[in-house]
């Protein structure tokens, strides 16, 4: 299985399979999601190690079912043949209706195919007040004309 674009990667194709990225996340779709990843993909999320993709539809079931009304922007940070480093921010609120805007890096290593091999994700919650919010389109895709993390000054 192939999934393009292919490294090595130039600025427009680590971009564009960061847009990829972004928008199977904003599915929510775990089954979706995983395929994007190699059948024994390792990752670090937080403090939670994770190997393989039937690890990986339960990590995102789990995060799913905890973090509410997800929204995310991803933006290339760096990229060099086979590696993609981001940046990212999403917005998410609690079952008590809490909202945060979580933070982070993710460096990405990808096979031959495309398929993301290793995923190396750091982040850190922020409580917002839900007036903080910068993200509200409609659950799904970001909108094409919708900011992006540097015109949000994020």
């Not at 399979?17 to 599915?27: F, G, I, P, T």
């Not at 086979?82 to 998410?92: L, Q, S």
């Not at 890096?105 to 994700?121: K, P, Q, T």
């Not at 909108?143 to 994020?154: I, R, T, V, Y």
């Amino acid at each position: 299985m192939s999934r393009p674009p292919l490294p090595p990667f130039t600025a427009e194709t680590a971009a564009q399979k960061a847009r990829l990225a972004e928008d199977a996340w904003n599915s929510r779709d775990p089954e979706r999601v995983s395929l994007a990843y190699t059948e024994d993909s390792i990752w670090r999320n937080r403090a939670e190690f994770i190997s393989g993709r039937d690890e990986i539809v339960g990590f995102l079931k789990r995060k799913w079912a905890r973090e509410l009304d997800y929204r995310l922007i991803k933006e290339v940070w760096t990229w060099n043949e086979n590696r993609i480093a981001v940046r990212f921010a999403y917005e998410w609120r609690d079952d008590s209706g809490h909202w945060f805007r979580s933070y982070g890096n993710e460096n990405w290593e990808f096979d031959e195919a495309g398929l993301m091999r290793r995923r190396v994700a750091s982040i850190n919650d922020l409580p917002i007040a839900e007036s903080e919010r910068k993200y509200h389109w409609p659950l799904g895709r970001r909108p094409d004309d919708h900011p992006g993390l540097s015109e949000l000054g994020l």
